[in-house]
């Protein structure tokens, strides 16, 4: 093998047992029980007391729990083993599920916002007492949703998905008490279709922020955590490297960022000690300043690149 057509491979850590989200598979199983038992609780109520925010708040359990449940079906193709033909496997499933999510919660806030607006054209009497009780059910159920998922939430995409699905349906509750306690102090029956605005204010912001992470993976921006410049300078400034060229860093699901970079380098690294050399350079800088899952470089000398054009088409 000629020398500039040398490459390395190097894998920061062990061997991946799974992805990012696999770790939190159970606390979502138990997430998931949870939100159908207050979905199931807050319909009963909407149709016991006629209130728009809990039936809202029940429209937004309904889809959590479809969210929660394309995340579990998604962490368990995306920790299939890669094959042949899918050298990566599943692993992009869960931000597929994610994308899902995303649409799903758009409509449900779409929804809700446009059935907000009319019942405060045409209010409708809703028994207070009875809606703070369903409401309190929903608040503290999602506080102990949020306590099992919020670790997770800082390691994967997926899991933060229906975190973030949890909290808005906590925040969401806690609305629906408020505006039957303002129904129950002064009569004013606008305070619940004024809760919903509030439920699908909350639904939508959010929506958009974890929808554009989940396109800037499948778009393979680079990780919000790298700096391709701070990068590029910590790879040139080690001993033997003139440049770097065509370096990519992207993500295939979260916790699984990947690298690839031609690195030009003196001849004398390019002999065996010193191609073996510069690997272990490279490896221990980027490992040391970096949380890359997998590296590749390709070392070559001065030049190569220009005639490395011309033989590709």
Same mark, same amino acid.
């Given at each position: 093998?000629?020398?500039?057509?040398?490459?390395?491979?190097?894998?920061?850590?062990?061997?991946?047992?799974?992805?990012?989200?696999?770790?939190?598979?159970?606390?979502?199983? =138990?997430?998931? $029980?949870? !939100? *159908?038992?207050?979905? /199931?609780?807050?319909?009963?109520?909407?149709?016991?007391?006629? @209130? &728009?925010?809990?039936?809202?708040?029940?429209?937004?359990?309904?889809?959590?729990?479809?969210?929660?449940?394309?995340?579990?079906?998604?962490?368990?193709?995306?920790?299939?083993?890669?094959?042949?033909?899918?050298?990566?496997?599943?692993?992009?499933?869960?931000?597929?599920?994610?994308?899902?999510?995303?649409?799903?919660?758009?409509?449900?806030?779409?929804?809700?916002?446009?059935?907000?607006?009319?019942?405060?054209?045409?209010?409708?009497? =809703?028994?207070? $007492?009875? !809606? *703070?009780?369903?409401? /309190?059910?929903?608040?503290?159920?999602?506080?102990?949703?949020? @306590? &099992?998922?919020?670790?997770?939430?800082?390691?994967?995409?997926?899991?933060?998905?229906?975190?973030?699905?949890?909290?808005?349906?906590?925040?969401?509750?806690?609305?629906?008490?408020?505006?039957?306690?303002?129904?129950?102090?002064?009569?004013?029956?606008?305070?619940?279709?004024?809760?919903?605005?509030?439920?699908?204010?909350?639904?939508?912001?959010?929506?958009?922020?974890?929808?554009?992470?989940?396109?800037?993976?499948?778009?393979?921006?680079?990780?919000?955590?790298?700096?391709?410049?701070?990068?590029?300078?910590?790879?040139?400034?080690?001993?033997?490297?003139?440049?770097?060229?065509?370096?990519?860093?992207?993500?295939?699901?979260?916790?699984?960022?990947?690298?690839?970079?031609?690195?030009?380098?003196?001849?004398?690294?390019?002999?065996?000690?010193?191609?073996?050399?510069?690997?272990?350079?490279?490896?221990?800088?980027?490992?040391?300043?970096?949380?890359?899952?997998?590296?590749?470089?390709?070392?070559?000398?001065?030049?190569?690149?220009?005639?490395?054009?011309?033989?590709?088409?």
């Amino acid at each position: 093998m000629g020398a500039g057509h040398q490459h390395g491979h190097s894998h920061e850590r062990s061997p991946r047992t799974g992805t990012a989200g696999a770790a939190h598979r159970g606390r979502l199983r =138990v997430a998931l $029980g949870i !939100t *159908v038992t207050v979905l /199931l609780a807050e319909i009963a109520g909407s149709a016991l007391t006629g @209130s &728009l925010a809990l039936l809202a708040d029940a429209g937004h359990m309904a889809t959590d729990a479809v969210g929660v449940s394309m995340a579990l079906v998604a962490i368990h193709f995306a920790n299939r083993p890669p094959t042949g033909r899918r050298t990566f496997g599943y692993a992009r499933a869960e931000i597929l599920a994610a994308l899902l999510n995303c649409l799903l919660l758009l409509g449900v806030g779409g929804y809700i916002l446009v059935e907000a607006v009319r019942r405060l054209a045409e209010p409708q009497p =809703v028994p207070g $007492g009875t !809606t *703070v009780v369903f409401g /309190l059910v929903g608040v503290f159920a999602n506080l102990v949703s949020l @306590s &099992l998922l919020m670790r997770g939430q800082k390691e994967s995409l997926n899991v933060r998905g229906a975190f973030l699905e949890v909290l808005s349906d906590a925040l969401g509750s806690f609305a629906v008490v408020v505006a039957a306690l303002v129904i129950m102090a002064t009569g004013w029956t606008r305070a619940d279709p004024v809760a919903s605005l509030v439920i699908g204010l909350m639904i939508v912001p959010r929506t958009l922020k974890l929808l554009r992470e989940a396109l800037d993976v499948l778009l393979e921006a680079a990780p919000r955590n790298v700096d391709m410049d701070e990068v590029r300078a910590h790879i040139t400034a080690l001993p033997g490297v003139r440049g770097v060229h065509d370096l990519h860093v992207w993500t295939i699901t979260s916790g699984l960022p990947v690298l690839s970079a031609h690195v030009v380098v003196d001849r004398a690294a390019l002999d065996a000690a010193g191609h073996e050399r510069m690997l272990h350079d490279l490896r221990g800088c980027l490992g040391t300043h970096f949380a890359v899952e997998h590296c590749t470089f390709q070392l070559e000398p001065g030049g190569y690149a220009e005639h490395e054009a011309g033989l590709c088409h």
